[in-house]
């Protein structure tokens, strides 16, 4: 859970903007820290450019709030994920191909903005904060989740009309088909369960079973 208290300007981490770095980025890269570090109520915008080595004024001028500095940031976070799912349903991308490989895809960008990115801190922060302040569990929601439902569902419906699968609710398949993975990568993380849980498999594994059970339930048997 994020850490509550007042980050001090002694504590900027030595996050001084490099010669050339863009503005905005430097104040998104220190805010994020602040952010995760200290909780959402814990961080000004005086120490978010202090941080970002520049001044409260610049910081003001860039973004307008924390609020929208908050927002900025958390958009940022999701962006990787929206961006590889958005390549699977491509126009370019043969659907038509295997809708098994298409879910492995998925799953696998999945995993990797799991493992690479502040997903799990990211999930602790949204949930500490949102009790008193229940914009940011939306605002996380809309810019990451959301969409990412959105665009895999939309990937399920056009597998659907070339008879690959058969998901009349696409939209409730895609959460199901997230529900598989995040099972085992998000949650014990969130919760601190030391050593994850037990008997969890490893991600090929927990790809290989979210994939097969997902097939036996929307599944096409294509004639031989």
């Known amino acids: ?47 978010v450019g202090r941080a970002a080595g520049v001044s409260r004024q610049t910081v003001y001028n860039q973004f307008g709030s924390k609020d929208a500095v908050f927002r900025a940031v958390v958009d940022r976070h999701w962006e990787a994920i929206r961006t590889e799912v958005a390549a699977v349903s491509a126009p370019s991308l043969d659907l038509a191909a295997d809708a098994e490989d298409v879910l ?55 597998l659907t009309e ?28 969130v919760m601190g369960v030391k050593g994850g849980v037990r008997g969890a498999a490893n991600d090929p594994v927990v790809v290989d079973e979210a994939v097969a059970v997902f097939l036996a339930r929307y599944g096409v048997k294509q004639p031989s």
Not at 1 to 24: K, L, P, Y
Not at 27 to 33: E, P, Q, S, V, Y
Not at 114 to 124: G, L, Y
Request: glycine letters at 8%; hydrophobic letters at 50%.
């Open 104 to 158: 492995r895809r998925i799953a696998r960008s999945l995993l990797r903005f799991v493992h690479e990115t502040d997903q799990i801190a990211f999930t602790r922060l949204v949930i500490a904060e949102s009790r008193h302040l229940p914009w940011i569990a939306e605002a996380f929601y809309q810019a990451g989740k959301a969409p990412l439902v959105a665009a895999f569902a939309a990937v399920l419906a056009e």
């Open 1 to 47: 859970m994020a850490r509550r208290g007042t980050v001090t300007g002694g504590d900027a981490e030595g996050a001084a903007v490099a010669s050339g770095a863009d503005t905005s980025t430097a104040i998104l890269d220190a805010a994020r820290r602040l952010f995760l570090d200290a909780g959402y109520d814990g961080v000004n915008l005086d120490q």
């Open 162 to 189: 070339r008879r690959l699968l058969a998901c009349d609710r696409p939209e409730f398949a895609a959460r199901q088909f997230m529900g598989l993975i995040q099972e085992f990568v998000i949650w014990p993380g």
